[in-house]
C-alpha cells in the first residue's frame, strides 16, 4: 500500500518561515490536504498573535528595535574603552576602494554599488577609519582609538545570512601594541561580545581576501565578526606604519542569534519587519 503524505504547500511554508515558525513544524505532515489546511489555519493564527504581541510590547514598553539597543550597548561599553566615535560618509570615492586594493580583479569588487563612475556605497568602513587614522595620529597621543557603526552596502546573491545593506562596526586602534597584537584583538572580540550579551562564541584563526590572516568571531558557524592587526601591507597605501588592530561586527548577525532568527531579514532595514515582528499580519 502507498501511503501519501502531505507537507505544507509552498506558500504556506513560506508564510510559516515569515512569521517565525520553529523549524520542527515545517516538517511536519499530514494525512490529506484538509488536515493540513486546518493546522495551517490554527499554526497562522498562534503566530500571527505572537507577532502582534511582539509589536504591542514594542509601542509600550521596548521602543527601540533590539538592533539600536544593542548599538546604545556597544557605544556605551566602547566610549567607556577610550574609544572616540566617528561617523563618515556612506558615498566612497574610487582612488579609496583602490587603496584598499580593491579593483576589478579583485572578488569583493563585483559586490561593489556604483552610484556613478568614480563613486560607490561603501562596501566596509576599513578606507575611511584608515584615513582618520593618519590624520589623527599627528594630533593626539597614542594608543589611537576609534569606532565607528554604520551602513554598509554590498550586492549579495541574499540567503539567510547576507543583507544587501547591513551595520557594521568597527574599531581599530594603532600604537603601544609591538607584538601584542593578536592578544589585544582577542581582548576586544571578547569585550564586544560581553558588551553585546552573547556568550557562545569562538574565535578562529582564518583566511581573508583582503587582509590575508584574520581572527574571526563565530556563533554556531556564523560568522559575526572579523579582525585584522597591522602592520599589513595595505597600511603603505593609507600613509600608516605603527602597528594597530581592528575588528568589525555585523549588528544584524548580532541580533540574528541573539534572537536564533532563521534569516537575517528579521533583523535588518525593513518595511515588511519591524524589530522581528512581520508587519502583514
Ligand atoms: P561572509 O564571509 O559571511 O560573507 P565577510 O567575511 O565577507 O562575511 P567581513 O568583510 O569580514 O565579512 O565583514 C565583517 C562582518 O560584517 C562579518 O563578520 C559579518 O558579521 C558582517 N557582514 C558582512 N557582510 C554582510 C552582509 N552581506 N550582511 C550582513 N552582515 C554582513
Ligand atoms: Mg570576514
Known amino acids: 500500500m502507498v ?15 515569515e512569521l517565525n515558525a520553529d523549524e520542527s513544524l515545517l516538517e511536519y505532515t499530514f494525512q490529506d490536504a484538509k488536515e493540513r489546511d486546518r493546522a495551517f489555519q490554527s499554526l497562522d493564527k498562534e503566530l500571527v498573535l505572537a507577532n502582534k504581541k511582539h509589536l504591542i510590547d514594542l509601542r509600550n514598553k521596548g521602543l527601540r528595535p533590539l538592533l539600536c ?17 566617528v561617523v563618515t560618509p556612506h558615498i566612497l570615492s574610487r582612488d579609496m576602494l583602490e587603496r584598499m586594493t580593491i579593483t576589478s580583479e579583485h572578488p569583493l569588487s563585483n559586490q561593489v554599488f556604483w552610484v556613478d563612475k568614480n563613486k560607490c556605497l561603501r562596501p566596509m568602513l576599513a578606507p575611511n577609519l584608515y584615513s582618520l587614522l593618519r590624520d589623527l ?22 540567503g539567510a545570512n547576507h543583507l544587501n545593506e547591513f551595520t557594521m562596526l568597527n574599531l581599530v586602534e594603532m600604537g603601544n601594541l609591538e607584538g601584542r597584537q593578536k592578544q589585544r584583538l582577542e581582548e576586544l572580540a571578547h569585550m564586544v561580545m560581553e558588551a553585546a550579551g552573547v556568550t557562545d562564541y569562538v574565535l578562529e584563526g582564518c583566511e581573508s581576501e583582503v587582509y590575508k590572516e584574520t581572527i ?47 534569516n537575517i531579514r528579521r533583523a535588518g532595514r525593513s518595511i515588511s519587519y519591524l524589530d522581528g515582528s512581520r508587519l502583514n499580519i
Open 69 to 85: 539597543q544593542l548599538e546604545g550597548q556597544l557605544v556605551q561599553c566602547l566610549t567607556q574603552e577610550g574609544f572616540v566615535q
Open 3 to 17: 501511503i501519501l503524505e502531505f507537507t505544507w504547500s509552498k506558500v504556506q511554508k513560506q508564510r510559516l518561515v
Open 137 to 158: 595620529e599627528r594630533i593626539w597621543e597614542k594608543p589611537i582609538k576609534i569606532f565607528e557603526i554604520g551602513t554598509c552596502f554590498r550586492k549579495e546573491s541574499q
Open 216 to 262: 574571526d568571531v563565530v556563533v554556531k558557524d556564523l560568522e559575526i565578526g572579523s579582525g585584522a592587526c597591522g602592520p599589513h601591507d595595505l597600511d603603505n597605501n593609507w600613509g600608516i606604519f605603527d602597528p594597530w588592530v581592528g575588528i568589525g561586527f555585523g549588528l544584524e548577525r548580532l541580533v540574528t542569534v541573539k534572537r536564533d532568527y532563521k
